[in-house]
């Protein structure tokens, strides 16, 4: 490719897709991913989308935010098909967590309420809620490879190119440009490039001096019980979420794994913990089961943003929270691009989330 871009962006998960789709209203971009099909931990997601995270239920860090920025995306990319505004239901797990979920619904009346334990089991039938439920209004189920898939569409349309099977082993900066090279010897020359590889990062010495950690995440797929009929998601001992005639079960959070392959333990472990809030679950026989990698930033648990040198930026550590944290920094980059100093201080690539990354 000869031509010229104003922006490379490698890596089409939704760091990478939704970036590509804003970047594209203004600009020439080509977008560069390594597989020739679709991959990587965005592809088995759940697909949950709640603002109202942690133990205590407040608002994740702009999650109301984040939670516009979606609905803005999805008009925007005529995704209205792959997201169900359901809401999620937020079962407590002790005493003390009832406090908190009843603190927030008292000062987010627009986005929740609380439920008490009686009002639960009479509404919601086969769901396990003996200290009451938070019932969050906003946020609920997205189809994340449909999502990512519409806003590509989108981003083509819109000018971007998007070229598949192209593994990019290498880039270098010079005085008024960056190139970039891939597995088969091509060479692609853009004013910038933005990495957003997810667990990629670790094929590159450069991006594995940044603070970023590795998670293996595993979902488990059952047939739904006859007795259960609840269309939102449950986000409590793990999460379950509703999947046609199924249920997707998750999640695990292993550091420390010796493969990136799905396990019958690790199936059992999710299926056990999630029965608190649908009794029995642990009793049936997975239909399948699916593992990806996720990349969280450790200390911060928020996505990193910034520059390696002029040229090259990053995008990474949406962690597990990724469809707000995508939605709402893929719309910001454009003008973070254009302004590095108005990156919030939060989410900066600096001493402060890498471990030796030169200023």
Request: glycine content about 8%; charged content about 15%; aromatic content about 6%.
């Amino acid at each position: 490719m000869h031509t010229r871009v104003d922006t490379i962006v490698v890596g089409a998960g939704l760091a990478g897709a939704l970036s590509t789709f804003w970047l594209s209203k203004t600009q020439q971009v080509l977008l560069l991913e390594a597989q020739a099909e679709r991959s990587g931990a965005s592809q088995i997601a759940a697909g949950i989308v709640n603002p109202f995270a942690g133990l205590r239920g407040k608002p994740m860090w702009r999650g109301l935010q984040a939670l516009a920025s979606l609905d803005t995306l999805v008009a925007e990319a005529d995704a209205q098909q792959h997201y169900n505004q359901c809401g999620v239901l937020r079962p407590a797990v002790s005493r003390v967590q009832v406090a908190s979920f009843r603190a927030v619904a008292e000062a987010y009346p627009d986005h929740a309420t609380w439920m008490a334990a009686e009002a639960v089991c009479a509404r919601y039938a086969g769901v396990s809620a003996p200290y009451g439920a938070l019932r969050l209004y906003g946020g609920g189920l997205v189809d994340t490879p449909g999502l990512i898939d519409a806003a590509l569409a989108s981003a083509m349309r819109q000018g971007a190119a998007i070229k598949a099977g192209a593994r990019v082993v290498s880039w270098k900066s010079a005085a008024e440009a960056v190139h970039v090279t891939t597995h088969d010897g091509q060479r692609y020359t853009a004013s910038r490039v933005l990495l957003c590889l997810g667990s990629g990062y670790v094929a590159f010495e450069t991006l594995r001096t940044l603070n970023l950690h590795r998670t293996k995440g595993q979902i488990v797929r059952v047939r739904r019980p006859v007795h259960y009929d609840l269309t939102m998601p449950l986000s409590a001992h793990g999460y379950v979420v509703p999947i046609q005639d199924d249920l997707l079960v998750g999640t695990t959070y292993d550091r420390d794994f010796t493969t990136e392959a799905p396990t019958p333990e690790a199936s059992a472990r999710i299926l056990r913990a999630a029965s608190a809030m649908v009794p029995g679950l642990d009793r049936l026989n997975p239909l399948s089961a699916m593992a990806g990698i996720r990349v969280g930033v450790p200390g911060t648990r928020l996505p990193m943003v910034g520059s390696l040198d002029d040229r090259v930026w990053v995008f990474t550590g949406l962690g597990s929270k990724g469809l707000l944290f995508a939605s709402l920094l893929a719309q910001m980059v454009p003008s973070l691009l254009a302004e590095p100093h108005s990156i919030p201080p939060e989410i900066r690539v600096t001493y402060a989330n890498s471990k030796h990354l030169s200023r």
